[in-house]
């Protein structure tokens, strides 16, 4: 009797629901190469940065990551990646840290995210050992000609992929108050900055903006980081709806993972 060869079919349930429709939307609309919409109305986790970055974790658990340097960012929603990752072993994979540290111990500071991130990968890490904000530019241009500066700079530049997430200027920004002051902060915002990636702030429209804060700001410059292949923002709340679409507008994401209240918005305003 001849024997039937037997498909098996395997259904994978994810541990979330996305909205596939939106994806494609937005997808096109900012000409994407990859954009993860998810649904948060029907998830029992009230917390949007709670669950982008369980998300977003999972995501990584199933990306290939060997022979691969990442840089990462800051913020409370990479920190939740970070405590969200299933520990795995991976091949030459390199984390770099982006910018400068913050102020505060904490799941937050790019400091702790680099070593938790290396420690769960089982990855080399590299370190920028510095404040994100020094006092002023010459201390800075001594910091980047420094053998670190040098070790840094060239990690970044041999960087595939970058993540990061994004500050709302309207509730502070993604750098520490104690590394910025309130004034500080008013002066950036009457110059009219909505967001911030990685302490460099932005326009409505997506221009970055030339700052005092700038000058003084210890971080992966934007032309470095528009030249890594896969610059990946994590960001939800309804609160972030301006400063996600001005980085949209600035060309400089390939891909977005936010929630669907955010995404409508993106949607629905020009």
Known sequence: MRDHAKVVLSVISLPFELDGELQQQIKRKYNLKEVIIVKSSTSKITNIRTLLGRVYAFYMGISPLDDCVLGMGVGKTIGQIVENLVPMRTK??????LM???ADVSEQN???IVQETCRKLEAKGTYLTS?????NEKIKDSIYNSAMGHQIRD????CKKALFGVGAIEKGTLLSPKLVSTEELEKIKKLGAVGDILGHCFNKDGDFMNTDLEKRLVSIPIDTLSNIPDRIAVAGGEYKSRAIQGLLRSGLLTSLVTDEIVAKKLIEDS
């Open 155 to 158: 990690m970044w530049k041999k």
């Open 131 to 135: 404040f994100a904000l020094v006092e």
């Open 92 to 97: 030459d994979l390199h984390i770099v840290q």
């Open 110 to 112: 790019p400091f702790t």
């Open 100 to 102: 400068g540290g913050l």
